[in-house]
């Protein structure tokens, strides 16, 4: 996992997971954002464009960290970038991410969050 500042410019951190996404690496993804949510990041944008493998209980932790965002920072937009159509799909029907942005590309993203 990897967090580092987007352009100043834009407001918005990102937060990116690469490899997997699973019940081993999900308990570490929503301690990270925990973590996250300590510092008042503000915006964050979630990038999921390189996680190669996911599962239903990674999901869960990856939504248990944004409900963490969401809660300790409540004008915080949240963000995810997810290549993969089931990853997209796993993200739209989850309850803590279903009304968030998925954007397909990381390009699309960052013009889309920078106007």
């Known amino acids: 996992m990897i967090l580092q500042t987007l352009p ?15 019940f081993a690496s999900g308990p570490m ?4 954002l925990g973590h996250v949510a300590d510092e008042g990041s503000g915006n964050v ?5 390189d996680v190669k493998t996911a599962d239903e209980p990674g999901i ?8 963490q965002l969401q809660a300790r ?4 937009r949240i963000a995810f970038v997810a290549r993969s159509r089931w990853l997209a799909d796993a993200l ?4 803590e991410t279903a009304n968030l942005d ?3 590309h990381g390009a699309d993203a ?3 969050l920078a106007a």
Not at 14 to 22: A, H, N, T, V, Y
Not at 92 to 95: H, I, K, Q
């Open 92 to 95: 739209s029907r989850t309850r």
């Open 110 to 112: 960052l013009a889309k």
């Open 73 to 76: 920072n409540p004008r915080a």
């Open 45 to 49: 944008l979630i990038d999921l464009e």
């Open 102 to 104: 998925v954007f397909r």
């Open 29 to 32: 993804v929503q301690m990270a």
């Open 60 to 67: 869960a932790s990856l939504a248990a960290g944004v409900r």
């Open 8 to 22: 100043a410019r834009s407001g918005w951190k990102l937060f990116r997971i690469e490899g997997q996404l699973d």
